[in-house]
């Protein structure tokens, strides 16, 4: 499921504009396939479903070491992060994205990502701590392998806190590829699958 960085870095997002200095480090083909008006359902549900929380037994597990972690060394104490160490993305907003809906934060995790700005494509939240200022973008895109047809698509960027945070982000990678991401996406293409009658069902109550 990743992609290459100009999957994201081609594409005329708003971030580019908002966020030159961070460095695009990972981008994800996101498995939820569907019509040019799903994209409100994605962001719902990376916010409040198993795409926000990680549910999966290996994701769960390197999450609690991490954050064991992050308390027995001070890495994500508040006055590390957002509106502390560093501002808020939402300080660089343009008139426009500042007066569009914001989009919901995502609170299911130790460290709450918060949203930034949404657009009908595009949705950007971020967090801070010792090691890192983080961006989760998620896109709505066409699909190349449906026809007529839209996916997620996820793209992670990232300003590390000088040389310790280079070397977190360098030491954690593995884990990122294998443990965390790949099986959070997978849990995100279940609960989006398993709810496509809902959503459907949505969009025929709404015509």
């Given at each position: 499921m990743r992609l290459p960085r100009t999957a994201h870095t081609s594409h005329p997002w708003r971030i580019h504009e908002i966020a030159p200095d961070f460095k695009v480090e990972d981008v994800w083909r996101v498995p939820t396939p569907g019509g040019p008006d799903d994209f409100p359902h994605l962001v719902d549900q990376m916010a409040n479903g198993s795409g926000a929380h990680s549910s999966t037994p290996v994701s769960r597990a390197l999450f609690a070491v991490r954050w064991k972690l992050g308390e027995l060394l001070g890495w994500d104490r508040p006055d590390t992060g957002l509106g502390a160490r560093v501002p808020t993305l939402r300080d660089r907003l343009p008139a426009d994205l500042l007066e569009a809906p914001r989009?919901?934060?995502?609170?299911?995790?130790?460290?709450?990502?918060?949203?930034?700005?949404?657009?009908?494509?595009?949705?950007?939240?971020?967090?801070?701590?010792?090691?890192?200022?983080?961006?989760?973008?998620?896109?709505?895109?066409?699909?190349?392998?449906?026809?007529?047809?839209?996916?997620?698509?996820?793209?992670?960027?990232?300003?590390?806190?000088?040389?310790?945070?280079?070397?977190?982000?360098?030491?954690?990678?593995?884990?990122?590829?294998?443990?965390?991401?790949?099986?959070?996406?997978?849990?995100?293409?279940?609960?989006?699958r398993a709810t496509a009658a809902e959503r459907s069902a949505a969009g025929t109550s709404c015509r």
């Open positions: 989009g919901p934060d995502v609170k299911g995790v130790p460290i709450p990502f918060l949203s930034v700005y949404r657009t009908d494509d595009e949705w950007v939240a971020e967090m801070a701590n010792r090691t890192v200022h983080g961006v989760m973008h998620i896109g709505w895109v066409q699909d190349t392998r449906a026809p007529g047809g839209y996916r997620g698509q996820m793209a992670v960027l990232v300003k590390p806190n000088g040389p310790f945070g280079t070397l977190y982000m360098a030491g954690i990678k593995p884990f990122r590829y294998v443990g965390i991401y790949q099986q959070m996406l997978l849990a995100l293409g279940r609960e989006w």
